[in-house]
T-cell receptor
Framework: GQQLNQSPQSMFIQEGEDVSMNCTSSSIFNTWLWYKQDPGEGPVLLIALYKAGELTSNGRLTAQFGITRKDSFLNISASIPSDVGIYFCAGQILNNAGNMLTFGGGTRLMVKP | DGGITQSPKYLFRKEGQNVTLSCEQNLNHDAMYWYRQDPGQGLRLIYYSQIVNDFQKGDIAEGYSVSREKKESFPLTVTSAQKNPTAFYLC???????????FGPGTRLTVL
């Protein structure tokens, strides 16, 4: 299936710092989604992007749909301890009959108070 | 409250036994999905269903089976043919034509 390369794999930052992570693919996607997963829980949808170039914010989170439609990034500003978790990108290709998503490998974020 | 429920949260089974994981949603979503997550890994699709009485294999369907007799329910059976069943299993749903999937809390299966 399609591959999504998500980087970095992990980040260990100081509280208050900004964070940036991204996903790239060789395939074109018509939707990009960003999820956060707390330990032992299911992923929760943070931001959905539907249009190339789209920039969307959700509180301290900002995500963008790349112009080439092959990449997306997520920024977290002024990180706090509760930002700890695994962040996943997911993309959906055009004409996907099953509305299936392809997931990146995740970015594990650790925040030091 | 609307949502997706998975039960149980933790499940232990002996090797060679079949086990069924429950997934129920009251969001009136047509499509439902099962994923497997291994430590430090992303999500891999096992099976999905877009409509009642119909389902399709995902990327790693071998050793698993599903049914979709009701819109609200999409149980997953992990059979004894699954070589390495210990994992975290996630169920998700989405409305038909919708791009977003919403996840349940997951079931952690440990086979001893």
């Amino acid at each position: 299936g399609q591959q999504l390369n998500q980087s970095p794999q992990s980040m260990f930052i100081q509280e208050g710092e900004d964070v940036s992570m991204n996903c790239t693919s060789s395939s074109i996607f018509n939707t990009w989604l960003w999820y956060k997963q707390d330990p032992g829980e299911g992923p929760v949808l943070l931001i959905a992007l539907y249009k190339a170039g789209e920039l969307t914010s959700n509180g301290r989170l900002t995500a963008q749909f790349g112009i080439t439609r092959k990449d997306s990034f997520l920024n977290i500003s002024a990180s706090i301890p509760s930002d700890v978790g695994i962040y996943f990108c997911a993309g959906q290709i055009l004409n996907n009959a099953g509305n299936m998503l392809t997931f990146g490998g995740g970015t594990r974020l650790m925040v030091k108070p | 409250d609307g949502g997706i429920t998975q039960s149980p949260k933790y499940l232990f089974r002996k090797e060679g036994q079949n086990v069924t994981l429950s997934c129920e949603q009251n969001l009136n979503h047509d499509a439902m999905y099962w994923y497997r997550q291994d430590p430090g890994q992303g999500l891999r699709l096992i099976y999905y269903s877009q409509i009642v009485n119909d389902f399709q294999k995902g990327d790693i369907a071998e050793g698993y089976s599903v049914s979709r007799e009701k819109k609200e329910s999409f149980p997953l059976t992990v059979t004894s043919a699954q070589k390495n069943p210990t994992a975290f299993y996630l169920c998700a749903s989405s409305p038909i034509g919708g791009n977003e999937q919403f996840f349940g809390p997951g079931t952690r299966l440990t086979v001893l």
